[in-house]
């Protein structure tokens, strides 16, 4: 026989466990749910925070490494601009000069050399028919003839003229030409005394990698190019000697 008070009890238990059923399911689960959706829009509002102040900061840091590449490349474009009006004015203007002043030389020099002018002329004119005749056996017979007669008849009198005319060691040093004009003559009329430039032409090395730095800037000033400008100053060397001061043109 079930008692009074143990159904009371019962009862009572019955009627907790269906509050606080309810209570969990009408008020702790959506509180849990809504909790765990701001949570997550929260984390994904910082989230998308952090990036635009991490894209702020890259595009910060770009500009200033832009901004150094600029002025550097600048820096280094007027030191380059000075250094090549020095070049210029001080060491390849004169030196350009001695072709202009050999030229006008040349020019008053022409009343005097005209008769060695002349003189070359005709003895063109007159080994032209020789030189027809080697080169058409050379044509016909392909025997090489012309360069025999070079390499065994020319040089041959070469030697010989240098012989008779250079000093030092096993030369007579007469001063003396026999298959060239007197050194006077080749001085007055054909020889062109150019001295060296001096110095070479500024490099541009360092100013293509500076602007080759500052044009890649924003990928951290990766630089692959190097050019310089060798092939020109392969030209234009300064002397390596003291003594080698004067060419002959």
């Known amino acids: 026989m079930v008692s009074i008070p143990g159904l009371i009890r019962n009862a009572f238990k019955s009627l907790g ?3 606080l059923n309810g209570i969990k399911t009408a008020i702790l689960n959506p509180i849990t749910n809504n909790f765990t959706k701001l949570f997550s829009v929260i984390a994904s509002g910082f989230n998308r925070i952090f990036g635009k102040i991490t894209d702020i900061i890259k ?3 770009t500009l200033f490494n832009c901004l150094m590449a600029f002025f550097i ?5 007027f030191k380059y601009i000075f250094n090549f ?3 210029l004015f001080i060491y390849f203007l004169p030196w350009l000069g001695q072709y202009f002043e050999c030229a006008f030389e040349k020019i008053v020099s022409l009343p005097k050399c005209f008769f060695w002018y002349i003189l070359e002329c005709i003895s063109w004119v007159v080994y032209l028919p020789f030189r027809i005749v080697f080169w058409l ?9 012309e360069q025999l007669i070079h390499d065994y008849f020319w040089c041959i009198l070469e030697d010989i003229d240098k012989f008779i005319h ?18 006077s003559v080749m001085d007055k009329c054909y020889n062109c005394h150019i001295k060296p430039i001096g110095k070479k032409m500024p490099s541009t090395c360092n100013l293509n990698k500076k602007y080759c730095k500052f044009i890649n800037c924003k990928n951290g000033n990766k630089c692959i190019s190097t050019k310089c400008n060798a092939q020109i100053n392969q030209y234009m060397e300064k002397p390596k000697s003291e003594g080698d001061t004067e060419t002959n043109m």
């Open 17 to 19: 466990n269906i509050l």
């Open 59 to 61: 595009t910060i840091t």
């Open 73 to 77: 490349f600048i820096s280094e474009l």
């Open 85 to 87: 009006c020095i070049w």
């Open 137 to 145: 056996i050379d044509y016909l017979f392909n025997i090489g003839l």
């Open 166 to 183: 250079d000093e030092g060691e096993g030369s007579l040093g007469t001063g003396i030409h026999i298959i060239h004009f007197p050194d």
